[in-house]
């Protein structure tokens, strides 16, 4: 065992369904990696969720299940990381309410992602408070853990370092309790969808990693890969080729070598060339189908487990807050007494 103190992460995840590919490559797999050296904490956020889902919530319960069923599968560990789901911890919300204090209203203004996913998703109104307010409740996901270090996406770089800027803000005023986090980046070659453009479950072209061997199969087979090779004599760059994404990802590097020099060469054909990726995934996600099949089987034992996390998280929460409500000078007399006596 190592004598530093092992680093505090944390990462969370929307509930929007069952993970595919993307996700995967793009967070959950170097998640599982962190989770042997640093002290994780990972979490489903309903909240996130309803500040764009609001007009259809019924569906935020079933899909924080599938995604609680393929954190599981994959490899996430009650055991190294205490696995949680957002809005069971109260305490989020109540940081979330002290930071609007204090934070201006432009600095929510010019977050690229406010202004972008209005205008991308035209038929929900999203000129609402909670949205704007999105990135603050996700500084409150991060900096009530004490957080120092939050992997995600290029995608969410800027909320992360209005993360930094708000905790800097909040020292300042009321005493240094939150150290700043950092981004750790998980840069990604960007994978491909069946239809070629970036893989999103809204595009409907996404692999998921539930997705049986057959449906793996009947996904990938007929993907338009380099458009230079119209026959098989016809050579191709690799770079160029949407499946090859999925080579970048799933098969190890001598071997997606070798198959690079053939599609220059016309050496191999594309059938061939997607077999290997097929089989790697078919692979990959052998024990991961076991392990989902399982779970989906036992709820109770998913939902047990998420629940354990939950306490773990409130014990965090619950302290952090004593402090900031301490910090603020807001501890009144009969403020969590038991009896509820003066
Ligand atoms: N906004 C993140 C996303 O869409 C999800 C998220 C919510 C998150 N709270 C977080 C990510 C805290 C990291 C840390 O992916
Ligand atoms: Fe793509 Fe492989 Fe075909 Fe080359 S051989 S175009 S990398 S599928």
């Known amino acids: 065992?190592?004598?530093?103190?092992?680093?505090?992460?944390?990462?969370?995840?929307?509930?929007?369904?069952?993970?595919?590919?993307?996700?995967?490559?793009?967070?959950?797999?170097?998640?599982?990696?962190?989770?042997?050296?640093?002290?994780?904490?990972?979490?489903?956020?309903?909240?996130?969720?309803l500040s764009s889902e609001y007009q259809n919530p019924k569906v935020i319960k079933e899909y924080t299940f599938e995604v609680a069923l393929d954190w599981l599968a994959a490899g996430l560990d009650p055991?190294?990381?205490?696995?949680?789901?957002?809005?069971?911890?109260?305490?989020?919300?109540?940081?979330?309410?002290?930071?609007?204090?204090?934070?201006?209203l432009p600095w929510l203004e010019r977050v690229p992602t406010f202004k972008e996913q209005q205008q991308e998703l035209q038929n929900k109104e999203l000129n609402t408070y909670g949205f704007l307010g999105y990135?603050?409740?996700?500084?409150?996901?991060?900096?009530?853990?004490?957080?120092?270090?939050?992997?995600?996406?290029?995608?969410?770089?800027?909320?992360?370092?209005?993360?930094?800027?708000?905790?800097?803000?909040?020292?300042?005023?009321?005493?240094?309790?939150?150290?700043?986090?950092?981004?750790l980046l998980t840069e990604v070659p960007k994978l491909a969808g069946t239809d070629g453009r970036k893989m999103s479950k809204s595009y409907g072209n996404a692999i998921y990693l539930k997705d049986s061997p057959e449906i793996i199969k009947k996904k990938i087979s007929p993907m338009v890969t380099d458009t230079r090779r119209k026959r098989r004599s016809d050579p191709g760059e690799p770079n160029d080729c949407p499946v090859f994404t999925?080579?970048?990802?799933?098969?190890?590097?001598?071997?997606?070598?070798?198959?690079?020099?053939?599609?220059?060469?016309?050496?191999?054909?594309?059938l061939e060339c997607k077999k290997v990726v097929i089989d790697a995934l078919i692979e990959e996600f052998a024990s991961f189908r076991e392990k989902r099949s399982y779970f989906e089987k036992h709820p109770n034992i998913v939902w047990e487990i998420f629940e354990e996390g939950n306490k773990k998280a409130r014990e965090v929460t619950q302290k952090t807050m004593a402090e900031v409500r301490q910090a603020l000078g807001l501890v009144f007399p009969s403020s969590h007494k038991p009896t509820g006596k003066v």
């Open 1 to 49: 065992m190592s004598q530093t103190r092992k680093k505090v992460v944390l990462s969370g995840m929307r509930p929007t369904g069952p993970l595919h590919l993307g996700n995967y490559v793009g967070a959950l797999r170097g998640w599982v990696r962190l989770q042997e050296t640093h002290k994780c904490f990972f979490t489903i956020v309903p909240w996130h969720a």
């Open 79 to 104: 055991e190294k990381s205490v696995l949680f789901i957002q809005s069971e911890v109260k305490e989020h919300a109540e940081l979330h309410l002290l930071l609007s204090m204090i934070t201006p």
């Open 135 to 183: 990135p603050l409740l996700q500084t409150a996901d991060i900096i009530i853990y004490k957080a120092e270090v939050v992997p995600v996406g290029e995608d969410q770089a800027f909320h992360i370092e209005l993360a930094r800027e708000i905790v800097r803000r909040f020292n300042r005023f009321y005493g240094d309790i939150f150290p700043e986090p950092q981004i």
């Open 246 to 270: 999925l080579h970048k990802a799933f098969v190890p590097e001598s071997k997606r070598e070798e198959l690079a020099a053939g599609c220059r060469t016309a050496a191999i054909g594309c």
